[in-house]
């Protein structure tokens, strides 16, 4: 992403987004473009959150307590480069 996320910030799927989850992971198809992501199993929970509209906080608090050994500064730094990742193909928005 381009700027810094705020503890507070909310991000949402992106209405063109179809997702579906098969075993551990999950399936997007960005229905502007045509094209398929896939998700591991951190990426699925991510974007289960992402659903919601969790704010960027809660999904960092999940993460630390869902994966054990996993600091708070690893998931920061994760979570920061997906949902860039995710943004910068179109896949989700700011709330």
Known sequence: MNMT?????RLRVRSE???R???DETVLLDLASGTYFG?????ASVWAM???EASV????????QAYDG????TAAKDLEHLLGD??????IELV
């Not at 996320?5 to 910030?9: C, E, H, I, N, S």
């Open 86 to 91: 995710l943004e910068r193909r179109g896949l």
């Open 57 to 64: 906080a809660e999904m960092r608090e999940a993460i630390v």
């Open 5 to 9: 996320l705020r503890d507070d910030q």
């Open 50 to 52: 992402l659903k919601e």
């Open 17 to 19: 987004v179809l997702s």
């Open 39 to 43: 998700l591991n199993e951190v990426g």
């Open 21 to 23: 989850e098969l075993d």
């Open 70 to 73: 996993v600091t708070l500064e």
